[in-house]
């Protein structure tokens, strides 16, 4: 293989569970795969591109995909799946965390602390929103999914995002409360 990048593999792991065009690629990531990893839209083609041209994935017959409004429709091949495979058992590439919000907090002042409480306000607010999402997709994968071989991995990352949008919560709420006290005690 020529790129180690995760992309190909997010593609990957996306064909391995059904034949998709690049649409439907685009559709998985922006539906599914967004609570814990982005892909730009500007890699899919070219990356499926690359993936038939080492034959980790083949275009689907035209008469499998005359439903698919003449789109390209790609299915994993058996050396793609072997790829896949290989990369699941590699251990990940941690990246250092960024957060411009934390940031902005570090550097907070007196007289910031209304700003910074905003701040804080809307991300309680996000993540309050993402864990009624991951409620609704919890209920979605039990009505959906049924004894589908992947529905343990998949709830799996669905319950590490909702640990960590309760996490933040929580984090929120003593944050708020800190910063209010602080407020109160500046002269």
């Given amino acids: 293989m020529k790129t180690t990048s995760a992309t190909r593999f997010a593609i990957l792991g996306l064909l391995s569970l059904e034949p998709m065009s690049g649409y439907d ?24 591109a690359a993936l038939e041209h080492e034959g980790l994935i083949r275009l689907m017959p035209a008469a499998a995909r005359a439903s698919a409004r003449r789109r390209k429709v790609y299915a994993i091949a058996p050396a793609g799946r072997r790829a896949l495979a290989a990369w699941r058992r590699k251990p990940p ?53 049924g004894d589908h071989a992947s529905r343990p991995f998949w709830r799996a990352t669905l319950r590490f995002g909702h640990h960590r949008s309760s996490a933040i919560v929580r984090w929120c709420d003593e944050t708020a409360r800190a910063l209010r006290g602080s407020r109160a005690r500046t002269p």
């Fill in 25 to 48: 690629i685009r559709r998985a990531v922006d539906d599914v795969l967004r609570h814990f990893w982005n892909e730009s839209y500007g890699q899919i083609y070219p990356t499926l």
């Fill in 93 to 145: 590439v941690y990246r250092p965390f960024r957060d411009e919000m934390l940031l902005r907090l570090f550097f907070g002042d007196a007289p910031s602390t209304p700003a910074l409480l905003g701040h804080v306000k809307r991300l309680r607010a996000a993540e309050t929103r993402r864990l009624a999402e991951y409620k609704a997709i919890e209920a979605r994968i039990r009505r959906e999914a």
